[in-house]
């Protein structure tokens, strides 16, 4: 098998903001959201690229900090900068969406919902023995599942055609070497999704009875 087509399954984090965010840049940057406009005051270089590259789609923030870390890298192994950009962003959780990808496919958005929403995934998520809340119903908008929990501050989204063999895994199929042929992703991409869909609150651990717990 050729190296390049081995990269094409490689995990990818991307940041954006919602559609609905308009960002206006000035001395001070306004951020209009559906909840009321937020002002920063003199907003940082590395923060107003940030904004300007997430208005425009998802977005490696690799590209604006070398060495921005994935959600699995302790906070001791940051770089300066990366502890900068984070710190600037963690205000604005409830208007950026979070996003996997394999290679450049994109495979899973969590959307925030509401002005409370925080987004923290576990660096050790869970493994086989957790699935998607019962509660959490399994839509779809056009082709792709969609996780939504009425309450829950974010909804999940599923894409393209690993979106089905990522389903099957957080409704708690068996770990990604152990699985169906049919239903095989990268471990790397199983632990990433889970660890999103625990901080969208759409996954739990399962405890000695078999029932969900949160």
């Known amino acids: 098998m050729r190296i390049d087509r081995l990269a094409a399954r490689e995990l990818g984090e991307f940041w954006s903001l919602r559609e609905d965010v308009v960002v206006l ?13 937020l002002r920063l005051e003199r907003p940082g270089q590395l ?19 070398p060495g921005f870390p994935g959600y699995d890298v302790p906070e001791s192994e940051w770089n300066a900068a ?15 969406v979070r996003h996997l990808a394999i ?21 050790d998520p869970p493994g086989g023995d957790s699935h998607t809340l019962k509660q959490a119903e399994s839509q779809r908008t056009g082709r792709d599942p969609v996780l939504a929990y009425e309450g829950r501050d974010h909804r ?11 389903l099957f ?36 651990p399962v405890d000695l009875k078999g029932a969900a717990r949160l």
């Open 25 to 37: 840049f000035g001395q001070n940057t306004v951020l209009r959201t559906p909840w009321g406009e």
């Open 82 to 96: 990366s502890r900068e950009l984070l710190d600037a962003l963690a205000p604005l959780q409830h208007v950026i």
């Open 169 to 204: 895994h957080l409704r708690g199929g068996d770990d990604a070497f152990r699985s169906p042929p049919d239903a095989q992703l990268p471990g790397s991409v199983v632990r990433a999704a889970r660890a999103y869909a625990v901080a969208a609150g759409m996954l739990s």
């Open 156 to 166: 999940v989204e599923l894409h393209g055609p690993d979106a089905a063999k990522l």
């Open 103 to 123: 290679g450049a496919s994109p495979l899973l958005s969590v959307i925030p919902l509401s002005p409370h929403a925080t987004f923290h995934p576990p660096m």
């Open 47 to 65: 923060l107003r690229e940030a904004l300007r590259r997430m208005q425009l789609g998802p977005v490696s923030l690799a590209n604006v900090v």
